[in-house]
């Protein structure tokens, strides 16, 4: 079981930034990969970005270039840095955290970011 607590969202202006941070605590030794999803009322979660213990970094091709990702392992921690946002980044926001073996994923409760002027 792991277990993840998001924070850092809130309203901000369009060209603005907002970081997000995920700290997860319980079972974190089995952790394969961490990353954040974003989802919108009536729409699927989507993936914005994740980081594997080996270090390989995915973005979405809609935040490429605006939002960076990392990692600190001695604290368990993930955070995404958005940068330039738009409005279109509105949604709320989920960590997650992939174990392996089977493959399971767990979730933050979500945090909700406004990009509204």
């Known amino acids: 079981q792991v277990q993840l607590v998001e924070s850092g969202g809130g309203l901000v202006q369009p060209g603005g930034s907002l970081r997000l941070s995920c700290d997860a605590s319980g079972s974190t030794v089995s952790i394969t990969r961490m990353g954040w999803y974003r989802q919108v009322p009536g729409k699927q979660r989507d993936l914005v970005a994740s980081v594997t213990n080996g270090g390989t970094i995915t973005y979405a091709n809609s935040v490429k270039g605006r939002f960076t990702i990392s990692r600190d392992k001695s604290k368990n921690t993930v955070y995404l840095q958005m940068d330039s946002l738009k409005a279109e980044d509105t949604a709320d926001y989920y960590c997650?955290?992939?174990?392996?073996?089977?493959?399971?994923?767990?979730w933050g409760q979500g945090t909700q970011v406004t990009v509204s002027s």
């Open positions: 997650n955290a992939r174990l392996c073996c089977p493959i399971t994923d767990y």
